[in-house]
């Protein structure tokens, strides 16, 4: 019995077949995945926050799969056969996840993405150009298409960028509205009949007989199964998680009169991104000139990052421009030292879906499919 609840709220909103913490992208994917699969199980969602709490609300909405300076990064740490996996995931994701919910209900808009290269980046430059053909090539029967990414300097002048002299272009790169898109997978889970209930934060896990026990500020909860789909914020129930969270600062400008750029772009090995939204321009990302101050699950701004934000903007972005920000927030992300997201059983009847590795747009639908899939096989 718990002190303060009444009968009939002990009896409706304290147990499920299957309870996962976190309302964000993976874990409402997830959530809904098991619903339609098993109907009859009852599925609950808690979330710690009034919104989904890392950055599935706060991230720059790229519905992109890597840029060419990123993907050799990333072909270096998990070989070429490696990085195809991981490619296919995240196309198979984005694809999921528009199908899942519409192009409309996401304000999904194909305007392709760009890499771009200041003088200074000659060597980097060089190396991506020379790249183009063999990620084309890796690709190619994952997208179904040829010659996805090219040089496309044309539009180096077309978008307004200054001292910018290569621009590559990945004509599959979208971008969509990640508030919209919550808000879809929301609806979708409620009309299932999936319960969320906000602002209940787990503070432990413990076992019970055959059933899990989470510790809330809200109560005691019970299931036969626990999802754990908070990402980075993972650590404070299982410490030994692979895993280091990873802030991301963002900006938007006010609205811009005839604004040029149209699309989504990736700058010094996608640290940096920027985009259109509303005649306005979103930009990102700065967490590489102090990896550990941004190794925080702390949301906030800092002045180094901030500076260098603004400096971009008004040095590449936006020259000649008088320029207002309105907007300022920051997202927690989850990095580890694999690419590919953690979907395991932890503990007996407990298991997680995390370290989206700032992808989470791009494999967050296929990872809650994947996590629904190893806890239907566990009942």
């Known amino acids: 019995m718990q002190q303060g609840l009444s009968y009939w709220e002990q009896q409706s909103f304290f147990h499920a077949d299957v309870v996962i913490v976190g309302s964000g992208i993976v874990g409402l994917n997830a959530a809904i995945a098991i619903k339609t699969t098993q109907p009859l199980l009852s599925v609950l969602v808690l979330e710690r926050g009034f919104l989904p709490s890392g950055a ?76 183009i053909s063999h990620f084309n090539a890796l690709i190619k029967d994952i997208v179904l298409e040829s010659d996805v990414f090219g040089l496309n300097n044309g539009k180096i002048g077309t978008f307004g960028l200054k001292d910018v002299d290569l621009l590559i272009e990945n004509k599959l790169e979208g971008q969509l509205n990640p508030g919209m898109m919550i808000k879809s997978l929301l609806a979708l889970a409620s009309s299932l009949g999936i319960s969320v209930l906000n602002n209940c934060a787990v503070n432990a896990i413990e076992h019970e007989a055959s059933q899990v026990v989470l510790q809330t500020n809200q109560g005691l909860f019970k299931s036969k199964k626990v999802l754990l789909c908070t990402n980075a914020f993972a650590k404070a129930l299982l410490p030994d998680l692979a895993l280091v969270p ?61 500076d260098h934000l603004i400096q971009l903007l008004r040095a590449v972005i936006l020259p000649e421009t008088d320029v ?28 997680c879906a995390v370290r989206c590795n700032g992808m989470g747009i791009a494999i967050g639908t296929q990872t809650g499919q994947d996590a629904a899939e190893m806890v239907l096989n566990s009942l």
């Open 56 to 131: 599935s609300t706060k991230n720059a909405g790229f519905a992109c799969f890597g840029s060419i300076s990123e993907l050799i990064e990333q072909e270096k740490a998990s070989g070429t056969d490696g990085l195809h996996q991981l490619i296919t995931k995240r196309w198979q994701g984005l694809s999921k996840l528009r199908k899942l919910l519409g192009d409309k209900s996401l304000s999904f808009y194909n305007f392709g993405g760009y890499e771009l290269f200041v003088p200074s980046q000659q060597e980097l430059a060089n190396n991506c150009v020379s790249k």
């Open 246 to 306: 990873g802030r991301g600062q963002v900006v938007v400008t006010k609205p811009i009169p005839n604004l040029k750029l149209k699309g989504t772009f990736h700058y010094d090995k996608g640290f940096y991104y920027f985009r259109n939204i509303d005649n306005r321009v979103l930009l990102g990302g700065g967490r590489n000139l102090d990896f550990k101050a941004e190794e925080t699950t702390d949301f906030g701004e800092t002045k180094l990052v901030q």
């Open 324 to 351: 207002e920000i309105e907007y300022k927030w920051s997202g927690i992300m989850a990095f580890g030292p694999a690419l590919s997201p953690i979907v395991e059983e932890v503990k007996p009847h407990v298991f």
